[in-house]
């Protein structure tokens, strides 16, 4: 079992910046792929971002490239997403998940509760 708590989120401005966090706890972190999805109201989950087991690889959802950074510190137990150049359309509650790297959310075994982001335009 993999436990996982995001924090970080929070209301912002268009054009801000905000750094989510995930922790981890149980099994071996570097073990897994780490993703981060959001879900919006009344959409469906949507792939955000993804990072390999040492960080070395990374993918991101093409809404999100060149503003958004995905990292893991696997001495910490965790992973973060560096989100600058926020939009309005980036508002969602956003979860991290542990699994297999992929953009398909049910690749991941394990997910947080999730931490709300909300940007005004």
């Known amino acids: 079992q993999v436990q996982l708590v995001e924090s970080g989120g929070g209301l912002v401005q268009a054009g801000g910046s905000l750094r989510l966090s995930c922790a981890a706890s149980?099994?071996?972190?570097?073990?897994?792929?780490m993703g981060w999805f959001r879900q919006a109201p009344g959409k469906e989950r949507e792939f955000v971002a993804s990072?390999?087991?040492?960080?070395?690889?990374?993918v991101y959802a093409d809404s999100v490239k060149g503003r958004f950074t995905i990292s893991r510190d696997n001495a910490k137990s965790a992973v973060y997403l560096q989100m600058n150049s926020l939009k309005p359309e980036d508002t969602a509650v956003y979860y991290c998940?542990?699994?297999?790297?992929?953009?398909?959310?049910?690749?991941?075994?394990?997910w947080g509760q999730g931490t709300q982001v909300t940007v005004s335009s």
């Open positions: 998940a542990a699994g297999s790297m992929s953009i398909w959310y049910k690749m991941y075994d394990y």
């Open positions: 149980g099994r071996t972190f570097s073990d897994y792929a």
């Open positions: 990072i390999n087991w040492s960080g070395a690889s990374t």
